[in-house]
């Protein structure tokens, strides 16, 4: 059973282009979460998607992010013009579906790494 | 709103020296999870813990979970270079998980 996958795995984009980041949750799973990491922090929740919906965005920034998880394929995560503060480390978990809500175990995958130049 | 912190930010220790990583955190929650991150590289798990006066051991590494308190420890036995990295706890609050500001650690030979 692969782990959660993420692409790419580095990401260089120049101010004011735009950054796609996908996520492939294990087999199995639909649901799934978007933490960043800024430099010498820790990892900080942005959105929690099921499929087709966004359940929670509490954490995401309210312009030029924005993220899907569709019907078929993986979820992404899209920042539009991108500016050098949104350069971190942007990781994906995924859960199984779980009766409860509260504290399913998340699983988390590589990370895509993205520098703002 | 659920916090959690984490002390001390940095630790810088000799080897075969004994520490502990504190994680303190604000409002109840069932699952405290602690993490290994290398520098440039993604999370490990390293425990699980799920009840009060939980404790879990993995080599020279026990955690332990005092729900009441609403702390947890990491314990390090008799460091050595190898378990230099970040260590997260992370604390499972309503759909995510509210990580801690992680411990940057340093075991000098």
């Known amino acids: 059973n692969a782990g959660v996958m993420q692409n790419p795995r580095h990401l260089v984009r120049r101010r004011g282009q735009e950054a796609r980041l996908r996520c492939s949750p294990m087999?199995?799973?639909?649901?799934v979460y978007w933490y960043r990491q800024l430099p010498e922090e820790g990892l900080k929740f942005m959105v929690y998607?099921?499929?087709?919906?966004?359940?929670?965005e509490s954490g995401m920034p309210k312009e030029r992010f924005s993220a899907e998880f569709p019907k078929e394929g993986p979820s992404i995560l899209r920042i539009q013009q991108v500016v050098r503060g949104d350069s971190a480390a942007y990781f994906c978990a995924s859960s199984p579906l779980l009766t409860e809500t509260r504290g399913e175990t998340q699983y988390f995958g590589p990370g895509t790494r993205l520098l703002v130049l | 709103e659920l916090k959690v912190e984490q002390n001390p930010l940095f630790l810088s220790m000799q080897e075969g020296k004994n520490y502990t990583i504190y994680c303190n955190y604000s409002?109840?929650?069932?699952?405290l999870y602690w993490y290994r991150q290398d520098p440039g590289k993604s999370l490990e798990s390293l425990f699980v813990?799920?009840?009060?006066?939980a404790v879990k051991q993995e080599g020279r590494l026990m955690a332990s979970l005092d729900t009441k308190a609403r702390l947890s420890t990491l314990h390090i036995t008799a460091a050595v270079h190898d378990l230099s990295a970040t260590y997260f706890c992370a604390v499972a609050g309503t759909y995510k998980y509210i990580f801690g500001t992680g411990t940057r650690l340093k075991v000098l030979a």
């Open positions: 813990l799920l009840s009060n006066g």
């Open positions: 409002t109840t929650s069932d699952r």
């Open positions: 087999k199995g799973h639909s649901h």
């Open positions: 998607l099921q499929k087709e919906n966004i359940i929670d």
